[in-house]
């Protein structure tokens, strides 16, 4: 039997579940803290240009990478869920942040591997553990591009049946945020506004 502060706090991760759930733009890495011991490592693959869609303009590695980057500096134009972020610090390729989601407010940090890979590291701070997100920009033959999202918590627990039902959930939000990220950066490339270096 659970005891009951053990309750309260599933009952919270089960509300913020279904709101990420319910909203799938409002979806966000590090909006969703991880179930107390509960691992949690996930990997997926967008193709971006694809030959055969006529429907679909193909992006140059420019344009994508300068997507990847405006969704790290000016994240409220992608996540519909975060009132507000600030950028505390910067070097030439890092940046560190303050999100505010509502009441939640999450310190993280971006690296950049130019045209390569954005990294996002949370730190461990107040219920939420250290977790990193990986988008990584991949070119098996010319012209041929995908992103790679790799989502790590660090937990080495195994899963219980529990903790795996709801981590689906998490998954799901996850690749549905990440989906709404590329069909933005789609757009932002349509407008015209990923031709030149970011400002």
Not at 152 to 161: F, I, N, P, V, Y
């Amino acid at each position: 039997m659970l005891h009951e502060g053990n309750r309260g706090r599933k009952e919270g991760e089960r509300a913020i579940v279904a709101k990420l759930s319910s909203a799938r733009r409002d979806a966000c890495y590090s909006a969703l803290p991880p179930l107390a011991c509960s691992a949690m490592k996930f990997t997926h693959l967008i193709e971006i240009n694809m030959p055969g869609n006529p429907l679909l303009a193909p992006l140059s590695r420019e344009q994508l990478w300068r997507g990847l980057v405006l969704r790290a500096e000016r994240p409220t134009l992608f996540l519909l869920g975060l009132d507000n972020c600030e950028i505390t610090a910067r070097t030439t390729d890092t940046l560190s942040r303050r999100l505010h989601f509502g009441a939640l407010v999450i310190s993280d940090q971006v690296r950049y591997q130019p045209l390569r890979q954005v990294h996002y590291h949370v730190p461990r701070q107040n219920d939420i553990p250290a977790s990193d997100l990986h988008m990584t920009i991949e070119e098996p033959e010319p012209g041929a591009l995908f992103v790679r999202f790799e989502y790590d918590d660090h937990l080495g627990a195994d899963e219980s049946q529990e903790q795996s039902f709801y981590n689906d959930f998490r998954r799901e939000a996850y690749r549905e945020a990440d989906i709404d990220t590329i069909r933005m950066i789609r757009q932002l490339a349509h407008e015209g506004q990923l031709d030149t270096p970011l400002q």
